[in-house]
């Protein structure tokens, strides 16, 4: 798109080209601080780059110099800056020269239109009689874009502006390049980390702004400014009625008031009849030098004249009433405004207007009791506040509050406690004591309390506590006949029966209204269906999952539920990791934990998925630090089934890097907890990895215990991901007890078949890492069994040849099965590298050199590897970038730790890197 300063420079350059007999005259006009100077100085330095150009520029008001009256001859680039500060005498010689142009002749005039004398015409009156040889154009200068401001804001703050402060800047500033850049600059001077919108209103009014606007005001008579009073503590666009009414002038006083305001650029028409600043800053500036009892007045009025508006902007009105003095209008209004709120389904908005509202010390015990319901009832639906959850622990500590009333503030501060803050213990605490308060009072808000203790997803109490809990709950809905209760009771009910693997589990889905025309009854179906995509998709029932979260999360915007729809937001990236679509899926990870970042529990999904996701690339330091990196809650106390799963994951870790003690210790807690618990289908991450953690320590008997709980926990269960667990996990098992003994074949042989019937039972699911993973495995103890390494001697006739019906010997079924297992071999390795799973592939890659070497040589005509890198040498390269030592590494790829010292050596010389860590730029 051509800029501005490439369009006029086009226009004045080609009247400058000697020979060409044209005059051109561009008139550009902007408001305050939209760069006309700016542009004159750019088109000046253009101009001078050509020796043979003359420049003459005039400024206005100012004793530079001024143009000739007699004709010249030659090209001729007349600048003249602020016309509309020109004197009579100034305009006459510049109309004279405008009227009789010669040949050459480019001049470019620059104007405020808001403060011209005769509106449109930047010479005065009467109208220049410009000659028909004079090519005339107008353009205006336009204010920045949010896209412009953002980039401007990048480079002024060295990248560190948050999407929040440029949105805010853009607001502010009005997009008025002068102003914005005048923000960026004070905000620089501030040295924060990062800015937000905060640090954009910390900085207040710009000087320039300030005086502008402040010298417009005070040109207007005294008996007029009002009107400009009367706008800047609206701050929004008005009509000529409210603004005339707010400053309390008589109809034809606000009339001519208001001319005034327009007439000195004070105010702008923004709209049809609506009238404001052209920087909204610029309001603040105005409203700061209103004497206090003048103002309150204004916000009085202010008041009254927001009321009348249809609909009533009761957050506006609200904010007026405060601002006059409070009292029983302010907090009237603000609670229509929250209600407003929560009816349209703008929860935040209605949690920020009553926090700041409970905050004040001025609100009486009988309105903060009012107000306190409705704010606890948008916190739980919406997300996170801090403020919300002091708010309300400080008022149920209040006994005097009726008991029904402090149950209610209770059951949500304890929902706000475990969903939004991860602070279970005290949030199960405070559900206990509201399940107890309400119980015989409010028997629809102590069945929700009994419900929400019915969530086994919570670490701590066991399976059968939560089970009896959840009994209660539905004896308390079925008894009260209450729809809401009963759809809030069934949405945990899914949950509950879900996870437990019921096999009719899937029937009670059915009593969910998903018709309903009730918004709370709505966002309880919202939520069970999310809900049932959670417990769904531990399950390992993926097709099912992704169809309750297409329904869910539909639901959940339509309704207004903005927390349950981050939830499922979260369930999503991890179908996406177990399902194998990780394309991208690191960086929506990242995205969504930045999103959520206030709210640790709903970031739990996407931190696990990131941390697992760094595992397989061999990134073990990142695997750690995105567990607890700005996380506010340990992993150990994340819930149930994402602990077991990072236990799981810490445990192969450790596995990885050959610390035995380590491993076996993780496995140990972990199944402990696990057992407290009891929901036996969320042990199917753990498992595989516990037991061979607690075999490679000789304690099989331990392992084979932990196998037969496993087995008897989801022996009557529909839970098709944790019955491919427990197949793996007695793979697991049947190796590591062949390994000590020195007889292995048949044992590995066994351990081959389990691992590759455990394989197909997770590709049903499907679940390629974990496929790929049993596939590797299931080759392994083949080539163990039957490859080069063993003797022939040890094999006896084991078949037949397909070709010719002859009995094979011993020597050809090893090999059979031995290119069967490097087949197997070369087709996970691919599997690994298309998932982007590095650390795996390159040991997969080197599983497979070790039992099918490479020729030795090099073929005829191929290039010299010397100074580029190996294979070997970028494999080695890129783990070690990642952050393995060269023991892991060496464990990783079945050579020595001396081989990888080497290996690294030479990339470092042939790259040309400065040590280990510039590596880096060899990473995938």
């Known amino acids: 798109m051509m800029t501005t300063h490439d369009f006029i420079g086009r226009t004045v350059t080609h009247a400058l080209v000697p020979g060409v007999a044209e005059s051109v005259l561009v008139l550009v006009e902007g408001v305050a601080g939209t760069g006309k100077s700016h542009l004159l100085k750019k088109l000046n330095a253009s101009c001078e780059a050509a020796a043979a150009n003359r420049v003459l520029w005039w400024l206005c008001g100012t004793a530079e110099t001024q143009p000739q009256e007699q004709s010249q001859e030659g090209p001729l680039l007349l600048l003249v800056d602020d016309a509309h500060r020109a004197t009579e005498e100034e305009r006459q010689r510049l109309r004279r020269v405008l009227e009789r142009p010669w040949p050459g ?39 920045w874009g949010e896209e412009r401001i953002r980039r401007v804001a990048a480079k002024t703050l060295e990248g560190r502006c948050a999407a929040d402060a440029v949105g805010r800047l853009h607001e502010r500033s009005g997009g008025v ?3 914005v850049v005048d923000l960026l600059s004070a905000m620089k001077r501030q040295g924060e980390p990062a800015y937000t919108a905060e640090d954009v209103d910390a900085v207040g009014v710009p000087v320039r702004l300030t005086e502008l606007v402040l010298g417009r005001v005070a040109a207007m008579p005294l008996a007029h400014q009002p009107v400009a009073w009367a706008a800047a503590v609206l701050d929004e666009p008005a009509s000529q009625n409210e603004l005339v009414t707010a400053a309390g002038l008589e ?34 500036a105005v409203r700061t030098c209103i004497p206090g009892p003048v103002r309150r007045t204004l916000h009085e009025r202010a008041a009254e004249v927001l009321t009348r508006r249809q609909p009533p902007s009761w957050a506006a009105v609200a904010a007026h009433r405060k601002a006059a003095g409070g009292g029983r209008g302010w907090l009237r209004s603000v609670e229509k405004a929250a209600r407003a709120a929560v009816e349209a389904g703008r929860h935040q908005q209605a949690i920020v207007l009553l926090e700041q509202t409970l905050a004040s010390p001025l609100v009486p015990p009988r309105a903060r009791a009012r107000l306190a319901p409705l704010l606890a009832r948008s916190a739980v639906t919406g997300l996170r506040s801090d403020q919300t959850v002091a708010v309300l622990a400080q008022i149920v500590r209040d006994t005097t509050l009726p008991v ?97 693997g019921d096999h ?85 990870c990242e995205k969504f934990i930045t999103a959520t970042a206030d709210m640790p529990v709903i970031a739990f999904d996407a931190r696990v998925v990131r941390s697992l996701i760094s595992f397989t690339q061999g990134d073990w330091g990142a695997t750690l630090s995105w567990l607890s990196e700005s996380s506010e809650i340990p992993w150990q106390n994340m819930p149930t089934p994402l602990a077991a799963t990072v236990s799981g994951a810490l445990i192969r870790l450790a596995l990885a890097r050959q610390d035995l003690p380590t491993a076996a210790e993780q496995a140990r807690r972990a199944w402990a907890n696990a057992t407290v618990k009891g929901v036996w289908a969320w042990v199917a991450e ?21 196998i037969r709980d496993f087995a008897l926990g989801i022996s009557e269960q529909d839970a098709p991901a944790a019955k491919a667990a427990l197949i793996w996990s007695e793979a697991v098992l049947t190796e590591v007890k062949a390994q000590g003994k020195k007889q292995q074949g048949d044992e590995l042989i066994q351990a081959a078949k389990l691992y590759r019937e455990a394989s197909i039972a997770y590709g049903t699911l499907p679940r390629p890492y974990v496929q790929a993973l049993l596939v590797e495995s299931a080759a392994r103890c083949t080539l163990e069994a039957h490859g080069p390494s063993v003797p022939t001697t040890s094999r006896g006739p084991t078949g037949m040849t397909a070709a010719s019906g002859r009995k094979t010997t011993g020597v050809e079924a090893d090999q059979a099965a031995a290119a069967r297992a490097i087949s197997e071999l070369e087709t996970c390795t691919e599997q690994f590298a298309e998932l982007g799973a590095t650390w795996d592939a390159a040991r997969a890659r080197a599983l497979l050199r070790t039992w099918q070497p490479a020729k030795r040589g090099r073929p005829p005509g191929r290039a010299s590897q010397t100074e580029r890198l190996t294979s070997r040498e970028m494999e080695v390269s890129q783990l070690a970038a990642n952050g393995l030592t060269n023991r892991e590494i060496a464990s990783t790829l079945h050579i020595s730790p001396r081989t990888v010292e080497q290996h690294i050596a030479r990339a470092i010389r042939k790259i040309g890197a400065l040590s280990r860590k510039d590596l880096q730029r060899l990473r995938p």
């Open 251 to 284: 109809a034809t006083q606000g009339h001519d008031a208001l001319l005034a305001a327009l007439a000195t650029g004070v105010l702008v028409e923004l709209d049809a009849d609506r009238y404001g600043f052209s920087v909204p800053l610029a309001a603040l």
């Open 105 to 143: 002749l480019a001049a470019v005039v620059t104007y405020r239109p808001e403060e011209l004398a005769f509106p449109a015409l930047p010479l005065g009156a009467p109208a220049v009689m410009y000659p028909p040889g004079l090519t005339v154009l107008r353009h205006r200068l336009q204010v």
């Open 404 to 500: 029904a009333l402090r149950g209610e503030l209770r059951l949500d501060l304890g929902l706000m406690l475990c969903n939004q803050l991860g602070r279970f213990a005290s949030g199960w605490h405070e559900l206990e004591v509201a399940a107890a308060e309400l119980d015989g009072v409010r028997p629809d808000l102590a069945g929700r309390a009994m419900a929400a203790l019915a969530m086994p997803y919570w670490p701590g109490p066991s399976l059968e506590v939560h089970r009896q809990w959840l009994q209660k709950a539905l004896s308390v809905a079925n008894a009260s006949g209450d729809q809401t209760l009963h759809a809030a009771v069934l949405a945990n009910h899914v949950w509950f029966t879900i996870s437990c």
């Open 177 to 179: 390049p002068q102003v």
């Open 504 to 588: 009719h589990a899937w029937k009670l889905l059915d009593a969910l209204l998903t018709d309903s025309t009730d918004p709370a009854c709505v966002r309880h179906v919202a939520r069970g269906l999310c809900n049932a995509a959670d417990a769904a998709a531990w399950l390992g029932s993926y097709e099912r999952a992704e169809d309750f979260l297409d329904q869910g999360l539909k639901l959940s915007a339509q309704s207004g539920a903005p927390y349950t729809e981050h939830t499922a937001l979260g369930t999503q990236l991890l179908l996406k990791w177990w399902t194998g679509q990780w394309a991208g899926l690191a960086d929506q």
């Open 686 to 706: 753990l498992a595989p990895w516990a037991v061979e953690a607690t075999a490679r320590t000789g304690d099989t008997d331990t392992a084979q215990a932990m």
